[in-house]
């Protein structure tokens, strides 16, 4: 099978799909409550503030509706795991976004552009690997 073959079948699969919705509503509470908290701190803490916040709703949501497993300490881990390396990539784009003159409160929609992907693909591992 190509390459472009696998790319397809991994990136229209049901479960990209599903990882679609459940990143949707986890970047949606991420926004939330990075926005709520810009109010009364700089961005990387508003951030780390909203993406703290979205991070528990999506462990449960990606293990039993996106990779339908169960959600045990070990996958918990992995996830976290996933998630720092994620987490750190994305603190660094906002700040390259932020320093390069966007404004903080679109800074995040160019992130998301970067690392969802990068996500799907570490969260994937996880939950089919471990």
């Known amino acids: ?42 961005p990387t803490i508003a951030y780390t503030l909203g993406y703290a916040i979205s991070f528990v709703c999506n462990f449960f949501l990606s293990a039993k509706y996106t990779f339908k497993k ?9 996830f976290a795991l996933s998630h ?17 003159g966007l404004g903080a409160r679109i800074a995040p929609i160019p992130v998301w552009c970067i690392c969802i992907p990068v996500n799907f693909l570490l ?4 939950f089919n690997k471990i």
């Not at 696998?6 to 459940?22: D, Y």
């Not at 720092?84 to 390069?100: A, H």
């Not at 969260?123 to 996880?126: H, K, L, N």
């Open 1 to 42: 099978m190509s390459l472009l073959a696998r790319l397809k079948e991994r990136f229209l699969s049901p479960e990209f799909l599903r990882f679609c919705i459940v990143g949707v509503l986890a970047t949606a509470i991420n926004y939330g409550g990075y926005y709520l908290c810009l109010s009364f701190t700089n």
């Open 123 to 126: 969260v994937r591992f996880v």
């Open 70 to 78: 169960k959600a045990t300490a070990k996958k918990g881990l992995g």
């Open 84 to 100: 720092l390396v994620n987490y750190g990539l994305q603190v660094g784009c906002l700040n390259l976004f932020l320093w390069i």
